[in-house]
């Protein structure tokens, strides 16, 4: 039973990370695209051409966006896997412990 706990824990932390995964990574796109798409406007007007500035930097947006939203996941993935890690290795000592106490 105390497996099925664990496994439960462990599914609950992973659909955690990746909501909090998809929150960050959508909330830094709407930057970088908003960002973009007010530098585009801003050349446009002051330029006074019909949209280009801003066709071209929404379009240059998209691989920084793509890039960001690797690096963050990348990011995320590496700190759980460390914070996953230090947890196993606390239940390896739990165990140890409760096993010594068992057999003495």
């Known amino acids: 039973m105390s497996q099925n706990n664990q496994d439960f824990d462990q599914a609950a932390r992973t659909a955690g990370l990746v909501g909090q995964i998809g929150c960050v990574t959508g ?3 709407i930057i970088i695209i908003g960002i973009a ?3 585009g406007r801003f050349l446009d007007s ?3 051409t019909n949209g280009i ?3 071209l930097f929404l379009l240059g947006s998209f691989p920084i966006t793509l ?3 690797v690096r963050i996941s990348l990011w995320a993935l590496a700190r759980a896997q460390r ?3 230090s947890q196993s290795d606390a239940n ?3 165990i140890t412990k409760i096993e010594e106490e068992t057999t003495t």
């Open 27 to 29: 909330f830094a796109s």
């Open 37 to 39: 798409f007010a530098i």
């Open 46 to 48: 002051l330029l006074e």
């Open 53 to 55: 500035f801003t066709i």
């Open 67 to 69: 890039y960001v939203i």
């Open 83 to 85: 914070s996953l890690g």
């Open 92 to 94: 390896l000592k739990d």
